[in-house]
């Protein structure tokens, strides 16, 4: 029996700024952002958004494009790490969202929950699911992953800025891709990107030395949620070749292969934060893992990455760029970094640039890199299945990436700061954030969304 993703769907923030806007603000060069990092836009959330809107309306698209039965969900699992409360997990929401739209008690035995580990949180929740899909083939599952990657203004990660989501069923006998039994796995705990909780003292916000209560906080510091991360770019990319290589080379283990892994695989998808980071990654692998090595493993650390940059510009190397993993990285140029969804934007996007090309691809074999800073890599590949066209033949995503609204500096940065009160663009056909509690004392906080027609 198979098991893999049956149907994919997704939702992305409508509003966008071009990335030679920002770059011309910031004072950076366009051509270093738009050709070296390969970013054209990135995404970013009205106001009347959040993680749980884009999560809500990539599921309804996915329940209503494919006609899914709830009935027959026993699980919906969420990835994320823009999650909106620390108890009460997005999934909740969505089952009640779900049930508002398509029926009470639809979804009253739906198991849900939601999965955190960076940007490897959705894979992570995916694996879950079929594993419980090959004990339950009856059964269906979906993974829902969702998040905003926001970054401090004049930060270094600013660029790479994106919001949205993507909902996947996960079912035996999947119409898109079945997955192989081999899961390849490198964890390490570091710091190379987290979102920590933040102190302030009271004294500091009211010039009080007495720490009298402060909108009811009677604590003498008072903690900062803040979507921004703490991060070291450079250091992070490091963790991320570390446990992608190790990784890969497990995989390798696994499938007791001393071939050259990635030549059996047509497409390579991978984490991206921003559009041409995996071939950025990828040359040390691919160095590493070819029939005739440049890498003897004596080099000195300079030497050693001297080899790696001479690998990158070869012709070889640019060929195998273009031909597997050039066709993911398209929807993220358009987007930017959808952290938990940015795998499953990439598998999206490589399947909608193959459906529009008119290219078929059934019966070959996709390699998958995920990585979540903290950090983890998980290494796996699937098979292309033969009515993969007809299940995609509805997303239309990079018509719909075609309709994003440009937007201007400054309305970027009164939506990052915050400041702007009222929705750039009317919502439709869209779940909004309707209000937040402020006056009952037992549902301080409380979100509430509804549907518009």
Known sequence: MKTGIDALSFDVAKLHLPIKTLAQARNIEPEKLEKGLGLIKMTL?????DSVVFAANALTKLIQDNQIDLNEIARIYVGTE?????????GSYLVDLMEQKFGENTLGECDVVDFTFACIGGVDAMQNCLDFIKLNPTKKAIVVTTD??????????????????????ITANPRIIAFENHWATNTKGVFDFFKPYRTVSKETITGNTNNEPWFDNLEAEIEIHKDQPVFDGQYSNQCYMDRTRNAYFSFKKLKETSATLYNSWSSIIMHLPYSFQGRRMLSEIYALDAENSIISGEETPAEYQNKLKETSKTAEYKNFVEEKLMPAELASSLIGNLYTGSIFMGFLSTLAHFYDSKKEISGNTFGFLAYGSGSKSKVFEGTIQPEWKSAIANTKLFETLEKSFEINFDTYEKLHKKEQKQSVQTPKQEWVLDRIEKEIPTLIGARYYKWID
């Open 45 to 49: 959330p009205d106001t009347h958004q």
């Open 82 to 90: 823009s999650a909106i409360d620390s108890a009460k997990p997005i």
């Open 148 to 169: 905003f990657a926001k970054y401090d203004l004049n930060s270094t990660g600013e660029y790479t800025q994106g919001a949205g989501a993507v909902a996947i069923l």
